[in-house]
């Protein structure tokens, strides 16, 4: 698999810790540890945490624990990652096969759009129409990829 620059992560890992004021954040500051484990009680359990590394797909409690908030869940169905991208790169690689077409909603985090072409899909752009204050969906632009899915 050949997988294209993704500029803009390059671009935002490049600077974004350069910066005092990074403007194009979409997250927040990260707390301190100290802010974290504010009373000694606290301080005791961190400080006493192993570190290591957990089961990869998240352990068997906190995967039962997702899946109780979901009626009919197990935690076999539950997938725990480090993160959205490490979720869109699992999603994609499970659906996704060579000469698919993917349509992609623009503008978006491009991280899918890289992946997908990866995966050898043919993606095609779905443009957001930008008005004074938003963005509105366009549903007719979408309309010639509304074809009942393959199984």
């Known amino acids: 698999m050949r997988l294209e620059p993704f500029a803009m992560e390059r671009l935002q890992s490049t600077w974004e810790n350069r ?11 990260p707390l301190r540890l100290e802010e974290l484990a504010v ?3 606290d301080r005791a359990a961190l400080f006493g945490q192993e570190l290591g ?3 990869t797909n998240g352990t ?26 490490e979720a869109n790169c699992i999603a994609l690689w499970h659906l996704v096969e060579p000469g698919d077409e993917v349509v992609m909603m623009l503008p978006n985090y491009m991280q899918m759009r890289g992946l ?7 993606v095609q752009a779905w443009p957001l129409i930008e008005e004074a204050t938003r963005w509105r969906v366009d549903v007719e632009a979408l309309m010639p990829w509304s074809r009942p899915a393959r199984n």
């Open 19 to 29: 910066v005092a004021w990074n403007l194009a954040e979409s997250g927040v500051h």
């Open 39 to 41: 009373s000694q009680e």
């Open 53 to 55: 590394y957990t089961q």
């Open 60 to 85: 068997h409690e906190l995967r039962a624990a997702i899946a109780s908030m979901y009626p009919g869940a197990r935690p076999e169905n539950i997938e725990v990652t480090n993160g959205g991208s």
């Open 116 to 122: 997908a072409r990866a995966l050898g899909a043919v």
